[in-house]
């Protein structure tokens, strides 16, 4: 009768020599399954190729780092890979994860949804720099708020980015200056967006998003020329209408509040003003006659960069020595210690020189309509708590009155 083998003693440790053999073994196994996956299309089936990734999956879970690394490596560009095994390996440690993340064809927008909730910010970083990143992935990614994410996602033109996703970095902008700086270079970048992260944008900022949403309005007063006679005729009452077209018009000085005032012309009130100072009457006053709400000229008026004071006196066609004036009604300073012209007014002047009359109208009605026109009870209470409203409820004028009235500095 033949001897038998001795039983296997689980007990027993493994000595090192046999670990050694272990491991290569595994390694070697490993390589095997990888290429097995890795055979083309037309020489395996799916059948045997999902098989092979199933055992190669197993194998993973207490393989080394160096393994896994290794196996992502050679799996990363094949079209036919098992999904399965990606999205594992996508999840695993960074060193592992990022040769998948970085460049895997095979991971679908919804496995790279659930990565990015699953993983850590590093691996989310990797992701937002993919070649190619849809707006639903950008959604996930931003819901973050990580910084170097965020950026890098702006930086990518191959991300796209949604509305949701402009919105929540917009918000998130003023107190962030660089995303300033990255969101002005987007295609996604609405005249809404723009003209709103104006206001807490720097200096260089906001230059960038004056010459890119200062526009003329040519083909929406051509378009609509014919309607401003029956909308007078009928007394303004739709106010929707009246809205539209007081930013769509070409005029834009009041000529009923210049013959209410008590000053006449706008260049008085701020003649005025340059003499005894800015208060709250002047203000109402050079607001009304340059065709805006008080609310809009307060805005305007009390900012602290001052590049909105060129569009003032640029829009309703005030030479350039009355953004002086207005300068020197705020109280601003007119000169350097060197006995110069401040930079400050300096750059103010640059920028009431560099826009036309048009084009300052086009950015200063915008202001006016995006933050006045939906100043409701409502949308008050939204602002009062410091709460950004939902534009599918109130719009987008709502929204930009909420960022901008309800931000400090």
């Known amino acids: 009768m033949p001897a038998q083998a001795a039983p296997l003693d689980l007990g027993t440790p493994v000595p090192p020599a046999a670990q050694d053999a272990q491991s290569d073994v595994r390694r070697q196994l490993a390589k095997r399954l990888a290429d097995v ?8 089936t799916p059948q045997e190729r999902h098989m092979a990734g199933d055992v190669l999956v197993e194998l993973m879970r207490d393989a080394d780092v160096d393994l896994r690394k290794s196996v992502a490596k050679r799996l990363t560009m094949l079209n036919e890979a098992p999904r399965t095994i990606l ?13 998948v993340l970085e460049d895997s064809v095979s991971l679908t927008d919804s496995d790279l949804i659930q990565i990015s909730r699953k993983v850590s910010g590093a ?18 990614l931003v819901e973050f708020l990580e910084e170097d994410v965020v950026e890098a996602l702006l930086k990518n033109k191959g991300a796209e980015l949604s509305e949701t996703a402009i919105q929540r970095i917009l918000t998130v902008s003023r107190s962030h200056q660089p995303y300033v700086s990255l969101l002005v270079k987007r295609e996604e970048l609405r005249p809404s967006h723009g003209l709103t992260m104006f206001w807490w944008a720097n200096a260089a900022n906001r230059r960038k998003i004056l010459h890119r949403f200062g526009v003329t309005r040519d083909v929406l007063q051509e378009t609509c020329a014919d309607l ?3 909308a007078a005729k ?12 007081q930013f769509i018009e070409r005029r834009q000085r009041n000529r009923a509040a210049m013959e209410r005032s008590q000053y006449g012309t706008l260049e008085a009130a701020i003649e005025r003003a340059e003499i005894y100072g800015l208060d709250r009457s002047l203000t109402e006053e050079i607001s009304y006659m340059a065709g805006i709400k008080p609310a809009t000229g307060a805005q305007i008026l009390t900012d602290k960069g001052g590049e909105g004071i060129a569009v003032l006196c640029k829009a309703p066609g005030l030479k350039r020595e009355y953004v002086e004036k207005l300068w020197r009604a705020m109280k601003r300073p007119l000169v350097s210690m060197e006995g110069e012209m401040h930079d400050d007014l300096a750059r103010v002047i640059e920028c009431y020189d560099m826009m036309s ?12 309509w995006s933050l006045t026109s939906s100043l409701n009870a409502e949308v008050l209470r939204y602002i009062k708590r410091g709460v950004i409203p939902r534009e599918e409820e109130f719009g987008a004028a709502a929204i930009t009155a909420a960022l901008v009235f309800s931000h400090r500095d």
């Open 37 to 44: 996956i890795c055979i083309p299309a037309s020489q395996l």
């Open 87 to 99: 999205v594992i390996l996508a999840k695993d440690d960074f060193e592992v994860a990022k040769h």
């Open 123 to 140: 691996h989310r970083k990797v992701i937002a720099q993919r070649r190619k990143v849809s707006d639903a992935v950008s959604d996930t």
């Open 228 to 230: 401003f006679e029956p």
């Open 234 to 245: 009928s007394g303004w009452e739709d106010a929707g209408v009246r809205k539209a077209l």
């Open 357 to 368: 009359t048009n084009k300052a109208q086009t950015v200063l009605r915008y202001w006016n």
